[in-house]
């Protein structure tokens, strides 16, 4: 059975998939199936065959990769309202990351036939090429963080970047970024002894406060003023 159509209104909170044409939307939602996963369930591990382009209901997800000695380097984290793992698809190379659920966490999976289905339509085809191109505008940032930022900057620049959240969702900043200390470290490369430093420098400087697998924005132009992020 294919999902509720009142899944439309969660969904589009993400400006990308809203300004898709009614009948697009209609189609990946109607044409995908619901998964439920467990917080601590995998979706997908790095190396699977590509089977669908997905999108997060409800809860959060965690895109990382897990070297052999253990260590874990968490890319990204996914909340409501985000489409991903279209690359793969376009490519047709395995998964190059896992995807974990952080809580209870609702998917929706768009199948791969679906997707090159969509893939013949103008007006899908350029979305998705506007999506990538917003992923690569993000990740020359990471990559110019980690060479020519000092800890503190690319810490700000990372709180900054999640607090206005996925790359195709409302650009509008939300003050309380949804993200653990251990989440943020591992995103960062750094100790978590390293980024508590920071924080703590941070919160006696009123840039921001800190909570329960949470961070609170308290001021964004001071932050802004930490950084050269426009």
Not at 2 to 21: G, T
Not at 45 to 73: C, F, I, N, Q
Not at 125 to 150: K, N, P, Q
Request: proline share 6%.
């Amino acid at each position: 059975m294919p999902p509720c159509p009142d899944l439309l209104q969660p969904l589009s909170v993400n400006h990308w998939f809203s300004a898709l044409p009614g009948p697009i939307r209609e189609i990946m939602v109607g044409e995908s199936k619901l998964l439920h996963l467990r917080s601590g369930e995998m979706l997908y591990r790095r190396g699977d065959a590509p089977d669908g382009m997905y999108a997060v209901v409800s809860g959060m997800l965690k895109l990382s990769t897990l070297r052999k000695d253990g260590k874990e380097a968490a890319l990204a984290v996914l909340e409501a309202g985000t489409w991903f793992a279209e690359s793969s698809l376009l490519n047709g190379q395995p998964r190059p990351h896992d995807a974990t659920a952080l809580r209870k966490t609702e998917v929706l999976m768009l199948p791969g036939a679906v997707f090159h289905g969509l893939m013949a339509r103008v007006e899908f085809s350029r979305a998705i090429a506007t999506l990538l191109a917003e992923r690569i505008r993000l990740l020359y940032g990471v990559v110019e963080a980690a060479t020519l930022r000092t800890t503190r900057e690319r810490i700000v620049h990372r709180l900054l970047a999640l607090a206005h959240g996925d790359a195709a969702a409302d650009p509008t900043i939300r003050r309380r970024v949804p993200v653990s200390q251990e989440a943020l470290a591992m995103m960062l490369g750094i100790s978590r002894q390293t980024l508590n430093i920071e924080l703590k420098q941070l919160v006696e400087l009123g840039a921001i406060r800190v909570g329960y697998r949470h961070i609170e924005l308290l001021s964004e132009e001071h932050l802004l003023n930490m950084t050269d992020m426009p």
